[in-house]
């Protein structure tokens, strides 16, 4: 076998293993609905973990532009559960959410609201949050708010509100 | 009492905080339209009611709205209720707005609210989102949404029609605080 036949079966397998590989990667990621009382619960029931709830839709391009840093946070924040509601309807999912999820890459649990009007969210969250979007709550550990960011948010700040939260303790 | 009376002044600050928010009237302004006209609250005097609306371009929450709007103002303005529709968006320029206007047929002024000022002095947050004022006194007579769902086929309250229609038959406002997903109004750091 000369070196540029096996350097070809090297490729041909690297390849090959990606096919199989990313596919069973990417297919691990999933968009389910939520209800409201769900999402009472996985703020109540914190495990010892901050939680930092986004709010958010595939039609709002701010939403959309601060994902990658809620990616950094999710991979760099290990005491921190990061999940992102979506206020798209559930019949999007496969045409809209689940593609973007896929190719963002999300490291964490994405859903979409399943509630039987938008009032129920708007019941549970900040009385401050009129509904504008993207919006981000921070829990503490026992399920209590900490802080809300209107609009758009990077980052530093993203990681600032936490550390209040840690600096608390 | 003078015990009380320190412990209900408070007692109202306290609430005073907590219902803080969408201030309770707003003051005559002023701003351009996108035709570069003067239009200030106080030309709506003889009007029954003013129906600001914070609108956007680019936003596509506002954007599922604009046969709305139109259909409102059509309903609404033959019973002498005015339209407003303003935009703060710092990234919309006022061609723009005027482009979009035309696009989508809009009757009723758009105003460019520069620097967001009246954004502000009326806390709007978002887009679409609506402020009903009272045409001479400016008191908010109902703050909110224009119905309960970006798509027409699962609406289940018309918030602002109901709103409009009590206050046009001479009635409180039962309904006077709603709120709706939408777009982020971009404002100026």
Redesign the interface.
């Known amino acids: 076998m000369n070196f540029h036949n096996l350097q070809r079966r090297t490729l041909f397998g690297v390849l090959v293993s990606l096919h199989i590989i990313l596919p069973i990667t990417l297919s691990s990621q999933t968009v389910e609905t939520i209800t409201k009382e769900s999402l009472r619960t996985m703020i109540d029931q914190r495990q010892g973990n901050i939680l930092l709830l986004n709010i958010w839709a595939t039609w709002c391009k701010p939403c959309v532009e601060e994902f990658p840093d809620l990616i950094r946070i999710s991979k760099e924040l290990k005491n921190v559960e990061v999940i992102a509601v979506s206020v798209d309807y559930p019949d999007e999912i496969e045409e809209k959410i689940l593609p973007f999820v896929k190719k963002m890459n999300v490291p964490f649990k994405v859903y979409v609201t399943d509630f039987n009007s938008q009032d129920e969210l708007f019941q549970l969250l900040d009385s401050e949050w009129s509904g504008e979007v993207p919006a981000t709550f921070v829990f503490n550990s026992n399920g209590k708010q900490t802080a809300f960011l209107r609009g758009k948010h990077s980052y530093n700040e993203f990681k600032h509100a936490i550390e209040e939260v840690t600096n608390k303790r | 009492m003078n015990r009380a009376l320190p412990a209900f002044m408070i007692f109202l600050t306290i609430c005073t905080i907590l219902i803080a ?1 969408t201030p309770e009237k707003v003051d005559n302004f002023t701003l351009n339209d996108y035709n570069g006209k003067k239009i200030s609250l106080s030309d709506f005097k003889d009007s029954k009611a003013i129906v600001l609306m914070f609108v956007a371009t ?1 936003c ?2 506002s954007n599922a709205y604009n046969e709305r709007y139109n259909k409102l103002f059509e309903d609404y303005s033959a019973k002498n209720v005015a339209f407003v529709g303003i935009n703060s968006n710092k990234q919309e320029s006022v061609e723009e707005i005027k482009q979009h206007a035309a696009e989508h047929g809009f009757k009723f002024p758009i105003l460019k609210d520069i620097n967001n000022i009246i954004a502000d002095k009326l806390d709007a ?2 887009t679409p ?1 609506i402020f009903v004022v009272h045409p001479t006194t400016y008191e908010i007579l109902y703050h909110g ?1 224009i119905d ?2 970006q ?1 027409e086929s699962l609406i ?1 309250t018309n918030d602002l029609r109901a709103a409009l229609d009590e206050i046009l038959a001479g009635k409180p406002v039962t309904v006077k605080e ?9 404002r100026v750091k």
Do not use: L, M, N, Y
């Open positions: 928010g680019q596509p929450v947050q978002r989102e949404r309960d769902s798509r289940k709603t709120k709706a997903f939408g777009c982020t109004i971009k």
